[in-house]
């Protein structure tokens, strides 16, 4: 759900970044376990099971090989290093680092193969009650969704209502909206910066609760920005409800906003896609 067609995807393995590829369509098929070309994996401690029913079509644009103890990985393997592991499928890499492996290796002209998979395919629901869950098809909500979403609403309107607030007179396209970023306190949610630095870089930092923030959400956020100095220009903290209206009195560089999904029905399903047409952000 995170991922769109037509982003750009590298591979991640033994500490070496690999080729570089356009998302061409995403797919998610039923009884996958059953699907080539990859057998169910069973693992021995937990004796969990798992397949694969989302798939990616992807079309390779460069031939790369490179190890990510480079500078112009920089972004990525901080994530890493600080996340201590390969412990999250993918990490959004920031403008810079995609410019960069544009231009590494070479490129890619032996044409694409595709496996061919006979299979029923289906969209996959997010839910609102953790008894209607069914993985893979029905995904109960949860926080990492709302961080997707959010991420993507904030790519509109709501940046240049930040970037005013905190008096910042820049184009909301200098800017780009990024993923979790690893940080030595913890994971700031979503990850606001200039595409182009040029001497100094300007940051935003986000965090976001599906439920009611508490004081030790707005205290986290603030060690958060400590983190960037100068340079981080404003916080903002994200929930569905806030304790009382001076929860950020003694925090002036915080914005708070309250999120609502419009017409929604605890007993319902839904695409993402409607989740994000769905949500609203009000301050």
């Known amino acids: 759900m995170d991922i769109d067609e037509g982003d750009h995807v590298s591979f991640l393995y033994g500490a070496r970044v690999y080729n570089l590829y356009r998302v061409v369509k995403k797919e998610a098929y039923r009884n996958a376990e059953t699907l080539p070309p990859w057998p169910p994996v069973t693992f021995r401690e937990s004796g969990k099971t798992y397949y694969f ?22 972004y990525v393997a901080e994530n890493l290093l600080l996340r201590g592991g390969y412990r999250k499928t993918h990490f959004q890499a920031d403008t810079v680092t995609f410019y960069n492996v544009s231009n590494m290796g ?14 029923e395919t289906f969209t996959p629901k997010i839910v609102f009650k953790q008894d209607k869950q069914g993985i893979p098809e029905k995904f109960y909500f949860r926080e990492l969704i709302l961080q997707s979403i959010v991420r993507k609403k904030m790519k509109g309107s709501l940046l240049r209502i930040i970037l005013d607030h905190f008096g910042v007179n820049l184009s909301d396209n200098d800017f780009e909206v990024l993923g979790e970023k ?8 979503v990850f606001i910066k200039l595409k182009h630095p040029r001497g100094s870089n300007i940051y935003f930092l986000v965090e976001i609760k599906t439920g009611k923030a508490q004081l030790k959400d707005l205290e986290q956020l603030s060690s958060y920005m400590q983190e960037f100095g100068d340079e981080c220009k404003g916080g903002i903290l994200i929930a569905r409800d806030f304790p009382k209206r001076n929860f ?36």
């Open 53 to 74: 029913p989302f798939r990616l079509q992807l079309k390779q644009i460069r031939r790369v090989n490179e190890l990510i103890a480079r500078p112009e990985f920089t």
């Open 106 to 119: 070479a490129i890619y002209k032996n044409g694409n193969q595709r496996l061919a998979v006979e299979g």
């Open 182 to 189: 690893a940080l030595p306190r913890g994971f700031v949610d």
């Open 248 to 283: 950020a009195m003694n925090n002036p560089n915080i914005l708070l906003i309250k999120y609502r999904f419009e017409g929604i029905d605890k007993d319902g399903e839904y695409t993402y896609d409607q989740l994000l047409q769905k949500l609203n952000l009000d301050l």
